[in-house]
Every structure is written in C-alpha cells, then in structure tokens.
C-alpha cells in the first residue's frame, strides 16, 4: 500500500506503518522483513526513505539490522530489570511469573587462578568451585551460568540443592550476598553457548560478569553469565549530580 498520499513527513508515516504492522501480526516477533527493494516497492517511497525509518526503529529497539542477513523485528524480552537492582536469576524468571529451573552441566574443584586467588584470598594451594548451569524458564534455556566460588563455601551434598547461588551461599556458608560489582559486554554468537541456549539466527548474548560481596564486603561468589539477548533487558537509572 502506498502512502505518499500522506503529507507529513513520509519517513514518519513509515515508521507509524511499520509499527502497526508489528503491531497487528503483519510481522511477528523475530521475523525478517522484506528486503529494502521490496519494501520501498509496497510502500511506495524511496529507499533512502526507508533507510532512515529503518535506522530509527532500530534506534527504538523495534527492528534489528544484521548486516548481509537482513532486517528482522526484536523479540521483545520477557525478563526485565534494572542493573542497579541484584536479583538472582531464579528471582529474575520467577518475577515473570516462569518457573525457574536448573540443567547442571557440570561441577568440579579446581586450583585457583592466580587472579581468584588474589581476591578471594585463599592460600597458595587454594581451590575453588567452578559450577556451570544452564537456567531454564517454563523448561526453555535462557542463561548460561559459570559460577567460581572457593571450594569450602560449598559442600558436595549442596551441588544440587539449590536453584540459586545466592540462596546455597547464605544457608550453607553463612555468607549473605549484598552487592556485585558487574561488568556487561556484549556478544553477538558463542560457538557452544548459543547452540545450548537454542538462539535463534539474529539473538545475540548479553554477559555479566560480577563479583559478588557479603556482609563484610568479602568477595565471595565469581560469575559468568551468558543472557539471551532476546528474553532479558537490562536498565539503569543515571541521576545528575
């Protein structure tokens, strides 16, 4: 359907229709659009027009371009919050009304790096714990956990007990996590991960990294999460001081 009949200006009038589509079913979440070509054709405008509607969906957060792939409508993400809030991943799937749920994948005690050993202060001997998971909400996989922690915080017969790192360090350890300092980086495909977290061709991976601190500012749990992009969203709140 052309809409040059509008007389506003026509890239606005693109970015109205293609958000009623969207919006409607004519595009359904992680579906590719029409190519460029095509889509100028149906609407009846120039592709440099579309370009610029197209640039600012994305800008939105609505369309995601993937360069030589195409240009597909974002998966809205189900799980929401905001970094500055420390959630586990079990509060974050059970606030969205999921069932959260744990695939262990393995756990084994290893000497600790020179780095851990550093932080966690243990002894030039010093193990630690490295837990890998993949959580899972209404049984779909949607985060990759790697967890190091030192080794006597957490007893053989608690591998499986808990759902959450978190909960296992303050009922098991006495220690009670009350700040992270996290570092996210974005990721657009891991070889093993994404395959294991069943990503479909234009979801990337959102990681956390985070120390986590107990009561007596003691680092005390290491980990490394690998967050489907397409199911969490991550905010902050940045106030002017």
């Not at 369309?63 to 799980?79: E, N, Q, Y």
């Not at 851990?116 to 209404?138: M, S, W, Y």
Request: hydrophobic residues 40%; proline residues 4%; glycine residues 4%.
């Amino acid at each position: 359907m052309s809409i040059k009949t509008d007389h506003r200006l026509l890239y606005l009038k693109v970015i109205e229709k293609l958000k009623a589509d969207i919006e409607n079913g004519t595009y359904e979440e992680g579906e590719k659009l029409p190519s460029e070509f095509e889509l100028s054709k149906q609407l009846g405008i120039s592709r440099a027009t579309l370009r610029e509607a197209l640039r600012i969906l994305e800008d939105e957060n609505i369309l995601i371009r993937k360069h030589g792939v195409g240009t597909f409508v974002r998966t809205r993400a189900l799980f929401s919050s905001g970094i500055e809030e420390l959630f586990s991943v079990t509060e974050m799937i059970e606030r969205a009304g999921k069932k959260a749920d744990t695939v262990f994948v393995s756990s084994v005690v290893v000497p600790a790096v020179d780095d851990l050993k550093h932080q966690f202060k243990l002894p030039p001997d010093g193990e630690i714990n490295v837990v890998e998971r993949v959580r899972t909400a209404d049984s779909e996989p949607v985060v990759y956990c790697i967890d190091q922690m030192p080794a006597t915080f957490m007893p053989a017969e608690s591998q499986h007990k808990y759902l959450s790192m978190l909960e296992m360090l303050e009922r098991e350890a006495g220690k009670r996590v009350m700040y992270a300092v996290t570092t996210i980086e974005p990721l657009g495909f891991h070889e093993r991960i994404s395959e294991i977290l069943e990503c479909p061709e234009e979801a990337s991976l959102l990681v956390l990294k985070q120390m986590h601190y107990d009561q007596n500012d003691e680092p005390v749990l290491y980990s490394c999460n690998y967050f489907r992009a397409d199911k969490f969203n991550f905010t902050v709140v940045r106030k002017r001081l």
